[in-house]
């Protein structure tokens, strides 16, 4: 079975620009949440999506956005690119909880 | 909330040797703990977790971690590593099962 699929696997945006990260997951899973890793820290929740519904939503700006779709992939969007926004991103899915398979992630880079 | 306090920030050990990758919490609630690994480049893969029942938890690679609930622990233990364990090492922390809260990270190098 393929694993979590994360596109693109890294992209280069300028500040105050917007982007659009995808994640397709586990075939089966109606779990999808994305967290945010800068260079040297742990990773950091942003949203939770279970059957297209926000379920958990971190201490992320309003510039950060996401979307879940009926075949449960989802989208990570975010807007005004700010330097700090740096990181990489990465993308779970569960079958249910406690269970969750990572992506090998998005890594962005805001110059 | 939750938070989760990774003593060590880098811990380096020999080849074959045991080692002890340090976890601590802080909750007001049950928790559920976790640990992954994240080779370079790559995401985090599930090493073992903890939801209910025994204090130690086996997982893979040889890995195993106990739940000490009085001092609040989660600590990872293998008793002889391999280059291959060279990597970071992330405890984390739910009270929900769907958001965690991860630590800053260790990073593990087993010298030769």
């Known amino acids: 079975d393929a694993g979590v699929t994360q596109s693109p696997t890294h992209l280069i945006k300028t500040r105050g620009q917007q982007v659009t990260l995808r994640c397709s997951p586990i075939?089966?899973?109606?779990?999808v949440s994305w967290y945010q890793q800068v260079l040297g820290q742990g990773p950091q929740f942003i949203f939770q999506y279970y059957e297209k519904e926000e379920r958990g939503r971190g201490n992320f700006p309003d510039r950060f956005s996401a979307r879940q779709f009926p075949n449960y992939s989802s989208e990570l969007n975010v807007n005004a690119l700010l330097l700090g926004d740096s990181a990489l991103y990465l993308c779970?899915?569960?079958?249910?909880?406690?269970?969750?398979?990572f992506g090998s992630g998005t890594r962005l880079t805001v110059v | 909330a939750q938070s989760v306090t990774q003593l060590d920030s880098q811990v380096p050990v020999f080849e074959e040797a045991p080692v002890e990758l340090r976890c601590n919490y802080s909750?007001?609630?049950?928790?559920?703990l976790f640990w992954y690994v994240q080779y370079p480049n790559q995401g985090l893969q599930l090493l073992l977790k903890y939801l209910s029942g025994s204090t130690l938890v086996k997982g893979i690679n040889g890995f195993e971690a106990e739940f000490n609930k009085s001092q609040t622990s989660f600590h990872l233990r293998k008793p002889s590593v391999h280059i291959s364990d060279t990597a970071e090492y992330f405890c984390a922390v739910s009270d929900t099962g769907n958001q965690f809260y991860f630590g800053t990270g260790t990073s593990l190098t087993v010298i030769p």
């Open positions: 909750s007001s609630v049950s928790v559920y």
């Open positions: 075939s089966g899973h109606k779990s």
């Open positions: 779970a899915s569960s079958l249910n909880d406690y269970g969750y398979t």
